[in-house]
């Protein structure tokens, strides 16, 4: 069964810290990838995704991630984190079936100190 | 426009009671999904309609689980003789398709917590 699995449970960061966000996946067939975030107390929205082209994804308020494929990953990135960023992250990827359901992570929390 | 819009906003009931919950999704989306998201378990699909059918119901995670939707539009969860295990925040997503596109729109999600 297609699987989502992110390393990284709880990170703690300082502002201006660099972020990265592991996310790797199980299927090996064509893939359609995605991040969500959900900050306190608001609705899980749409950060990125990924459905084919160039592999490095630009999403909104400066978060890009990287597809490799050979890795079966897709990394989320941001430079310099902001104390807003604190929210939970979840990398999803769509199901090959015929419904589009989305194949959710575990989730990462993450807590920036200003 | 307008969101996913979700109620109640906060559930809470005793273990053998019955509970419905409510979706309203995007106007015009004819795709629409439930989801769950519980502590330890993360987020899980339930089910999803296209349209009034819904030819996925394999996340439902017993048969006191059932959902329904009318006229393309409302869809109703409803959890018969609840269990404390049930206790999740109950999450509706729309999309104007089904697998066809590329992004699906969250609701606030009902909290349901069962005594």
């Known amino acids: 069964a297609q699987s989502v699995s992110q390393h990284n449970h709880h990170v703690i960061l300082s502002e201006a810290a660099s972020l990265e966000l592991g996310c790797n996946y199980s299927?090996?067939?064509?893939?359609?990838l995605f991040w969500y975030v959900q900050y306190p107390g608001q609705h899980l929205q749409l950060l990125l995704k990924?459905?084919?082209?160039?592999?490095l994804v630009k999403g909104i308020k400066g978060f890009e991630a990287e597809f490799i494929k050979s890795k079966f990953s897709f990394n989320l990135r941001k430079p310099s984190v902001q104390w807003s960023d604190t929210a939970e992250y979840f990398c999803?990827?769509?199901?090959?079936?015929?419904?589009?359901?989305?194949?959710f992570g575990q989730g990462t929390t993450l807590q920036v100190k200003p | 426009g307008a969101g996913v819009s979700q109620s109640p906003s906060n559930k809470v009931t005793e273990k053998g009671k019955d509970v419905e919950l409510r979706c309203d999704p995007i106007?015009?989306?004819?795709?629409l999904y439930w989801y769950r998201q519980s502590l330890g378990q993360g987020l899980e699909f339930l089910i999803y309609?296209?349209?009034?059918?819904?030819?996925?119901k394999s996340g439902l995670p017993s048969d006191r689980f059932s959902a329904e939707r009318t006229g393309g539009s409302v869809s109703t969860l409803t959890i018969q003789r609840t269990q404390q295990e049930d206790s999740a925040v109950y999450l509706c997503?729309?999309?104007?398709?089904?697998?066809?596109?590329?992004?699906?729109?969250f609701g606030p999600g009902t909290r349901l917590t069962v005594l």
């Open positions: 309609f296209q349209g009034n059918s819904a030819p996925d």
């Open positions: 990924y459905f084919s082209g160039d592999p």
């Open positions: 997503a729309s999309s104007p398709a089904g697998r066809d596109y590329n992004e699906q729109f």
């Open positions: 299927y090996g067939g064509t893939v359609n």
């Open positions: 999803a990827v769509k199901s090959p079936s015929n419904t589009g359901k989305l194949i």
């Open positions: 106007s015009g989306h004819t795709a």
